[in-house]
């Protein structure tokens, strides 16, 4: 007897050190598909409301399996059943990395022609905020070049055949400020003056026959462009490949006793185009808090004896103070920009760094390509810090109580079902369409987008006071909506005893 008791609790041992490695390694591949969607679309040049879908395609799968589950996973071997959901995730996993190694990054260029007026403004605002006076520039000319030749004189020779016109040139480009340069010039100009009409038509001849050579070339670049993107592949591949990956593992994913269903943004963005050491702090506070805010709220529970209404109102406590947070994160913002400089050094593939700037108006009189390293920047960027990590503590402060109600208020017969179908409505009304709303939001406050060929690409600027805006405010007004729901559960939750 003692054996078999002994063989029993060793199996159990057993199958729970297994279970929670495998949910521990599929939890990591999860919350990494989450994080990695921004790279997704670069690397494939995808739309963030594409990418959305993407996203969603799990729940396209679990909504209708989850209902099947929950009632034959009930009557049957739950480790079996388990089990099989575990190698669908492993070959759902496998299938979404393999869009790596099967189809080619894409090339994309920027449409900088167009310079939005926002990021217009931010180049110059130094400029603007140096001198307001719009006459500023036409009265200093006036200062220094009185006799007005820098506008309206042409100064050189009839002739350029001979070298040493050529070797003064030179010289004078070297010494500007030399005697005989300014003397030279002096009797040139005085000897050979001309007016501005042969000026004009001279520069109009010499410059005609590179026009039509600039309009050949460009029209040899757009025909051998024409015939690249025939080639090129479509970015449906790796779209295909990542969507189908995500259904099978929407298929895998109810078979795992995940009781409480919890909905949140999965659509992680980062504007940046490096990730530096705060972004990935800030990307773990998420994770961290909320883990933390569970830990918490189930001490809470033993502690304060929540039962019924208590426990109700302790969750909708919770949920108005997550939502306040929110609404406070609208208002932490800054902004930094990356002008010219930092063009040429995204296009040359290393930082560009220049020292003894005065017009940079920073200490060290550096300009490069990364952000502004303002006092401001980074008391916002703490601010926002503090504010995420109170905000999922709150969110996970509330995880027990709720899933607790959900349990006991219910008959035990009916807890499966009832589970799966409150699984079914949360996924069908709330996960299924928020990644492709909020990647919706993403790209309605975009500024230049990447093309490709003739198709749109992923976004590389947004407008970050809009985004932040909208992005918080409409993610606190969604909570503070779904304060009506709590209000209702805590009239209705009178006697209930958990």
Request: positive net charge; charged residues 20%; aromatic residues 12%.
């Amino acid at each position: 007897m003692l054996k078999v008791e002994f063989g029993r609790n060793r199996t159990i041992a057993c199958f729970f050190v297994v279970f929670g490695t495998v949910y521990f390694l599929e939890s990591i591949g999860g919350f990494y598909m989450t994080s990695a969607v921004v790279f997704i679309e670069k690397q494939f040049q995808i739309p963030s409301r594409l990418s959305g879908t993407m996203v969603s395609a799990g729940d396209f799968a679990y909504i209708p399996i989850v209902v099947f589950t929950s009632y034959f996973g009930g009557k049957g071997n739950r480790a079996r059943w388990i089990g099989g959901g575990c190698m669908l995730i492993a070959i759902a996993n496998l299938l979404i990395a393999s869009s790596n190694f099967l189809f080619p990054v894409e090339e994309y260029h920027v449409n900088s022609t167009y310079i939005p007026s926002s990021l217009a403004y931010e180049v110059n605002r130094f400029v603007l905020n140096v001198s307001t006076d719009e006459n500023w520039f036409n009265r200093t000319l006036r200062e220094i070049d009185p006799k007005g030749e820098a506008l309206g004189t042409y100064i050189g020779p009839y002739r350029t055949h001979n070298e040493e016109f050529v070797k003064y040139q030179s010289y004078c480009f070297y010494n500007p400020d030399s005697e005989i340069c300014s003397r030279m010039e002096a009797r040139i100009s005085k000897e050979h003056q001309i007016n501005e009409k042969d000026v004009s038509a001279v520069r109009v001849l010499t410059s005609l026959p590179y026009s039509f050579c600039h309009n050949i070339i460009n029209k040899l670049r757009q025909d051998h462009k024409t015939d690249e993107c025939k080639k090129e592949h479509s970015s449906s591949g790796p779209f295909m490949m990542i969507f189908g990956g995500l259904m099978l593992l929407g298929v895998g994913r109810p078979v795992k006793p995940k009781k409480m269903l919890i909905l949140r943004d999965k659509h992680v963005k980062r504007h940046a185009d490096h990730v530096t050491a705060e972004e990935k702090i800030s990307a773990g506070t998420g994770v961290v808090g909320f883990a933390c805010g569970v830990i918490t709220g189930s001490v809470a529970m033993r502690k304060f004896h929540l039962q019924g209404r208590k426990a109700a109102t302790w969750v909708a406590v919770c949920s108005l103070v997550a939502a306040l947070l929110s609404f406070a994160n609208g208002f932490v913002g800054c902004k930094s920009v990356i002008g010219q400089i930092g063009d040429q050094g995204m296009d040359k593939g290393m930082p560009l760094t220049f020292t003894e700037c005065e017009c940079s108006g920073t200490r060290d009189l550096a300009v490069s390509r990364d952000y502004c390293p303002t006092e401001h920047c980074n008391s916002q960027f703490h601010m926002f810090f503090f504010n995420q990590a109170m905000g999922a503590v709150f969110g996970g402060l509330s995880v027990v109580p709720g899933m607790l109600i959900v349990l006991r208020s219910v008959p035990p017969e009916h807890r499966s079902i009832s589970l799966g179908f409150n699984g079914f409505l949360v996924s069908l009304l709330a996960t299924l369409p928020s990644p492709v709303f909020w990647g919706k939001i993403f790209d309605l406050s975009c500024l230049m987008w990447q093309n490709i060929c003739s198709k749109t690409g992923a976004c590389p600027i947004y407008d970050t006071d809009q985004l932040r805006i909208r992005l918080h405010a409409i993610y606190g007004g969604l909570r503070l909506f779904s304060l009506l729901s709590d209000i209702w559960v805590i009239y209705w939750a009178k006697g209930l005893k958990l």
